[in-house]
């Protein structure tokens, strides 16, 4: 009835969408270049890859309507922290602390909330650091601070979040009980064998001979 009020909000909607994913960009060139400085340092990579989304339509309506909003351009900004979002794959857990510290110390990012689910993790076995930050995006016009929420999670515990994920968002489950218990049952012991690894990383760390020069020069090809 007001193709006006329509084609605005459109054109509003998709600007907002614009600066999210710029916001998600600025937040990815950080991570690369710390994971580029380690590298070089460590002679290993702390970050094993990063990928990011921007969240879609009919998400952002469903997640404005469960918190009681009005589902307008508006109350996107408002309401959710977690339009632009960023997961970061680490190698070990301590890495996932690590670059988290990194991130939030520098001094144009400024971090609103924290939810370590590593140290208290979900009760169905969900384990990640999410951190909800606000870093400033240059327009033309105006410098934004922008919201994106970045998941920090080892590849075991992201391999444990897809696959929850797919099976919990496509299946009506009637043993629902049953496989939730099951899933968690997964999820300690992805977390056991992460605590594992990083142990065995240490052992490796303490117990490696480079006495030789060219044997450490090696690592530098
Ligand atoms: P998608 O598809 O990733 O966007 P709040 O934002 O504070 O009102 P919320 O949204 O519960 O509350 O925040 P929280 O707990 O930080 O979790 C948000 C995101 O973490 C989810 O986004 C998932 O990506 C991930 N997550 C949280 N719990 C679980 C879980 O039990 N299993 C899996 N696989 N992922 C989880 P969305 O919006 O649900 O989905």
């Known amino acids: 009835k007001n193709p ?3 084609i605005n909000q459109t054109l509003q909607f998709q600007e907002l969408m ?5 916001a ?4 990815k060139t950080k991570l690369e270049v710390l994971n580029a400085e380690l590298s070089v340092r460590y002679k290993r990579n702390p970050i ?3 990928s990011s989304r921007i969240k879609k339509p009919v998400s952002i309506a469903k997640k404005l309507q469960k918190k009681g909003k009005i589902i307008s351009v508006d109350s996107i900004e408002e309401t959710l922290s977690d339009v632009a979002g960023v997961r970061v794959i680490c190698s070990f857990v301590d890495d996932i602390y690590e670059i988290a510290s990194m991130l939030v110390r520098q001094d144009d990012i400024a971090l609103v909330e924290q939810k ?6 979900k009760l169905n076995g969900y384990r990640s650091l999410h951190l909800i930050i606000e870093i400033p995006v240059f327009f033309s016009d105006q410098k934004k601070m922008m919201r994106v929420e970045v998941q920090i999670r080892t590849i075991a515990m992201d391999f444990w979040a897809s696959l929850e994920h797919q099976l ?5 489950i009637n043993n629902e009980e049953e496989i939730t218990k099951e899933l968690k049952e997964c999820a300690d012991i992805i977390a056991a064998t992460d605590v594992r690894m990083l142990s065995i990383r240490n052992k490796i760390q303490e117990n490696t001979n480079e006495e030789d020069f060219l044997d450490k020069m090696e690592k530098f090809d």
């Open 24 to 27: 998600i960009k600025e937040v």
């Open 116 to 121: 370590d689910y590593i140290n208290e993790p």
């Open 168 to 172: 919990r968002y496509k299946h009506v």
């Open 4 to 6: 006006e009020f329509f």
């Open 18 to 22: 614009m600066m999210y994913d710029c």
């Open 48 to 50: 094993e890859f990063i």
